[in-house]
């Protein structure tokens, strides 16, 4: 059996290797020109293919080499007829071609107008640089310009993407030319106005060439200060927030690679599919098409209250962050052939929200068929916890009705009532009111989106049955704990006798080992154990009941901290050292994507290493349902009779009875059967 360590694959500490980073990038010369249409003095053949113009290949050496590769791309449709005789005299080819280069941008984030930006004279200039490299082509009558048209876009098909709505621009991430990305697709229109608190409602399709080269706004969510991993500042945040961005394989547009969809975490209230940790590029270099999306968060996406009930066509409210997902699926299946993903591949994905996310929707009878295979990283749904919609019960743990918590942040807001002219004021308020709400965010068991409990769908055989990978890290609640409230034993230990009754001796004893550390470190554990880990493995076993196959991991091993949504500011003083933190929620994150090296600092071999078996065995169960593979340690299926788990710590190893004594306990709390 192969067996990766750090110990025995250079896990010796050295300075962090670089990764590309996404950018602007020049663009790959891949077409040829007619040598019979120009004469001498026109622009290299290299312009002319970088430049979406056909034309001008003969004679045309004088500007050399460095006009390999534009920096940047050409991100609009431009049609000129007939254009001649203007001078061309203070136009080198060099000069020309490099103000041809600088782009049109047609903005897509400008609600129900299309605004084309300019610089001062670019225009003109544009004009100028065209009429010029005709002249140079011995006054050619006429030349037409059409982006997809031109030898200029590279493979199969180019950058050009045509969607459902409309043509769309990306762009190669770097000089190798082997990923496209198409960053800031709108896949539904703007949840404003009238249509905040409202279901999705596909993008509207426009004309012409729209750029996919920045990433679109993020969706509305309070700050948070740079104490914490979870840093989140200064951002561009918008209710008109529903974008996507994907990353493909470019040299085969033709083919069907398997398609991953990610949902990103932050609790349902912060952040973003744009995030640099989600950079789609090593994993698509893997062969896979990946799509990362925002969606509705906070009370902009969880809201539930009797007003907004009242006006659906289907008698609920609140989960409009989940319609939103579900809306961002649609798009994929009905789309990403376009990007040579195939529709039919489905894997969808996330880690803690987002992994919530994966649950509720292999729940969902909505999200029935939209996918096909289902990752979900430290975030189960089967404790319950949910609210219903218009009654409270003990069976979710929830103290109130969703409706309930709804009218008292309305209220909380100065709206009262629950009649049309209620849900109107409400959608009157500004955005940045609508954020001050006292309101928790997740889902809502609502009858339409979630008919009842995820754990009642599953144990029906209700859900999507499909095969999952599922897991947890060691350490969950280390960076999420507050050390300031850190309770004395005696305090936890009556905590314990209280929330598990006649299970907290047995509780107690299976975590001396961490009392004895301290008992903030047991309360870590326990609430760690018991909010993920334990969710991940019943997770497992339903899907096992259910008769499909799951994979369990456990992450063990150490990473160094990062902020997740500001890797530019990586320096984060952590009492003990930059793994003083283990197995953290969210640690796992850089390896799965490949992007170790992209965040944070203090990288060793072993995490490079580590990562890229980690990412291959997500990819090989997005392509055939099965993580194993050729070079990586045999990953056993999960089986509740041999409780078999892959870990990831300082070597890649398959265990059983992970916590076992631990997990039981927990299962029979939440009032599943002891094993």
Not at 239 to 268: I, K, Q
Request: with cysteine.
């Amino acid at each position: 059996m192969t067996k990766l360590s750090s110990r025995g694959l250079g896990g010796r500490s050295r300075r962090a290797r670089s990764q590309t980073m996404p950018a602007y990038p020049g663009r790959h010369c891949a077409a040829t020109c007619s040598s019979a249409r120009c004469a001498s003095g026109g622009l290299p053949a290299a312009a002319v293919r970088n430049s979406s113009m056909s034309g001008c290949a003969s004679g045309c050496a004088a500007a050399g080499p460095a006009l390999q590769h534009s920096s940047r791309p050409t991100t609009a449709t431009v049609r000129a007829k007939r254009v001649r005789d203007i001078a061309t005299a203070g136009f080198p080819a060099l000069d020309v071609w490099r103000m041809m280069t600088r782009p049109l941008l047609v903005r897509p984030f400008t609600t129900g107008v299309t605004a084309m930006r300019l610089s001062s004279n670019r225009s003109l200039l544009f004009v100028l640089v065209l009429a010029a490299s005709l002249a140079a082509c011995g006054g050619a009558g006429e030349a037409e310009v059409a982006a997809g048209e031109s030898a200029g876009l590279d493979g199969p098909r180019g950058t050009l993407v045509k969607t459902t709505a409309g043509e769309l621009q990306g762009e190669y991430v770097d000089d190798a030319h082997d990923v496209l990305a198409f960053r800031g697709v709108r896949y539904a229109e703007p949840p404003v106005g009238d249509a905040r608190w409202r279901p999705p409602r596909p993008a509207t399709r426009w004309n012409g060439v729209r750029p996919a080269t920045e990433f679109g706004p993020v969706c509305w969510q309070r700050e948070r200060d740079m104490s914490s991993l979870y840093a989140r500042v200064g951002f561009d945040a918008d209710e008109d927030c529903l974008y996507l961005n994907v990353w493909a394989p470019s040299a085969d547009r033709t083919a069907t690679h398997p398609v991953m969809v990610w949902f990103h975490g932050g609790g349902h209230n912060a952040g973003a599919g744009s995030a640099r940790m989600f950079d789609g590029t090593a994993l698509a270099r893997k062969g896979v098409v990946l799509v990362t999306i925002n969606y509705r968060l906070g009370p902009f996406g969880f809201l539930a209250h009797p007003a907004l009930t009242a006006e659906s066509d289907h008698g609920s409210s609140g989960n409009y962050g989940l319609l939103d997902q579900i809306a961002a699926l649609r798009w994929v299946r009905d789309n990403i052939a376009e990007f040579g993903g195939d529709p039919g591949n489905v894997t969808i994905f996330g880690q803690s929200a987002g992994s919530w996310t994966v649950c509720y929707l292999t729940a969902s009878p909505l999200a029935k068929g939209l996918f096909h295979k289902a990752i979900g990283q430290s975030g189960g749904c089967f404790k319950g916890e949910r609210p219903y919609l218009d009654h409270a019960t003990g069976e979710t743990g929830a103290e109130k009705s969703a409706h309930d918590a709804g009218l008292a942040a309305a209220a909380e807001l100065g709206v009262e009532g629950d009649g049309p002219e209620t849900a109107a004021a409400l959608r009157a308020l500004a955005p940045e009111t609508v954020l001050a709400a006292t309101l928790g965010s997740g889902a809502i068991i609502d009858g339409w989106v979630l008919p009842r409990t995820p754990r009642e769908i599953f144990a029906a055989g209700e859900h999507s049955n499909v095969p999952v990978i599922v897991g947890a890290t060691a350490n969950e609640r280390a960076a999420l704990y507050d050390a300031s409230s850190e309770p004395s034993r005696e305090e936890l230990v009556a905590r314990i006798r209280n929330d598990f009754g006649p299970r907290a001796d047995a509780l107690l004893a299976a975590y001396e080992g961490d009392f004895a550390d301290s008992p903030g470190t047991a309360d870590r554990q326990i609430s760690g154990d018991r909010t993920f880990v334990w969710e991940m493995r019943t997770w497992a076993r339903a899907v096992e009941d259910a008769g499909n196959v799951a994979w369990h991991y456990f992450f063990s091993h150490a990473p160094p901290v990062f902020r997740l949504y500001l890797p530019d500011q990586p320096d984060l003083q952590v009492e003990g050292g930059r793994r003083a933190y283990g197995a953290y929620h969210s640690g796992e994150l850089a390896y799965v994507f490949g992007n170790v090296g992209l965040v944070g600092i203090d990288w060793i071999d072993w995490d490079h290493e580590l990562s890229e078996a980690i990412s291959q065995y997500w990819v090989n169960f997005a392509r055939t349902g099965d993580p194993n593979g050729e070079g990586l340690p045999a990953w056993p299926r999960y089986e509740r009779a041999t409780d078999q788990s892959i870990e990831f710590g300082s070597e890649i190893r398959a265990v059983s009875g992970l916590r076992k004594d631990k997990l039981d306990i927990f299962d029979g709390f939440f009032g599943f059967s002891e094993s």
